[in-house]
């Protein structure tokens, strides 16, 4: 299943399948993205990075994937599992004009898997 | 698997009252940041901290709160005179490596609500 991010914030899976989990960022000099899963009741608990020279990462059972071009960042997860349910936030850090540094947090999406 | 803990899980304190969070980073973790969500909200960035001194602060961050590193190994964040709108979860993370770009590792946090 695919979701939009923001936009749509919860998606459904059944257990075994892929999830997408989609995230569009608004800063273009953004140089670095995080992605966070927080569980009911935890703090966020870090998934994967990438920096923006690369477009592709993998970890296990999850990759991360950059467009520069359209600003958006996904998060796939392989072979979904009842333990991935969960809020998921994408985060972008970048500079401001006053070299100001910030860590962006998206509003989160929310991943409940079907057993 | 180290982490970092926070206390308390949940602190009500009346408005206008000053409050004390805290937090014990991972220890061979040397920054260490404060974040609050507040419900239904993204995760926003308060302040980081490194070497006995803040390193980054947003605008949430004036001069109500303060930060401390009392002893080698607790981390507080105090709001001096509290408000309403300072409901909210409050989390501490830390990290080994320096920078808002590079993972941190969060508390489960602190439910603070101003009645």
């Known amino acids: 299943g695919e979701s939009v991010g923001l936009h749509l914030p919860t998606l459904s899976v059944q257990e075994g399948d892929n999830s997408i989990i989609n995230c569009a960022y608004s800063?273009?000099?953004?140089?670095?993205f995080i992605w966070y899963k927080q569980e009911s009741g935890k703090g966020p608990q870090f998934i994967i990075d990438?920096?923006?020279n690369m477009d592709k990462r993998q970890g296990q059972r999850v990759t991360v994937l950059l467009n520069k071009t359209v600003k958006h960042l996904s998060l796939q997860i392989a072979a979904t599992q009842p333990g991935d349910s969960a809020v998921y936030f994408c985060?972008?850090?970048?500079?401001?004009?006053?070299?100001?540094?910030?860590?962006?947090w998206g509003l989160g999406t929310s991943l409940a898997v079907n057993p | 698997e180290p982490e970092v803990t926070q206390t308390p899980s949940h602190q009500v304190t009346q408005m206008g009252q000053e409050v004390i969070l805290r937090c014990v980073p991972i220890?061979?973790?040397?920054?260490f940041y404060w974040y609050r969500q507040i419900l239904g909200q993204k995760v926003e960035f308060l302040v980081s901290?490194?070497?006995?001194?803040?390193?980054?602060k947003s605008e949430i961050f004036d001069d109500q709160f303060s930060v401390e590193r009392p002893d080698g190994s607790n981390f507080t964040l105090k709001i001096r005179s509290t408000k309403l709108e300072d409901s909210a979860m409050y989390f501490c993370?830390?990290?080994?490596?320096?920078?808002?770009?590079?993972?941190?590792?969060f508390g489960d946090g602190t439910r603070l609500s101003i009645l």
């Open positions: 220890s061979n973790h040397l920054y």
């Open positions: 990438i920096r923006s």
């Open positions: 800063n273009s000099a953004s140089d670095y």
């Open positions: 901290f490194y070497n006995n001194e803040i390193s980054e």
């Open positions: 985060a972008e850090f970048a500079k401001n004009a006053g070299n100001n540094r910030k860590l962006i």
């Open positions: 993370a830390s990290s080994r490596v320096e920078g808002l770009n590079q993972p941190q590792h």
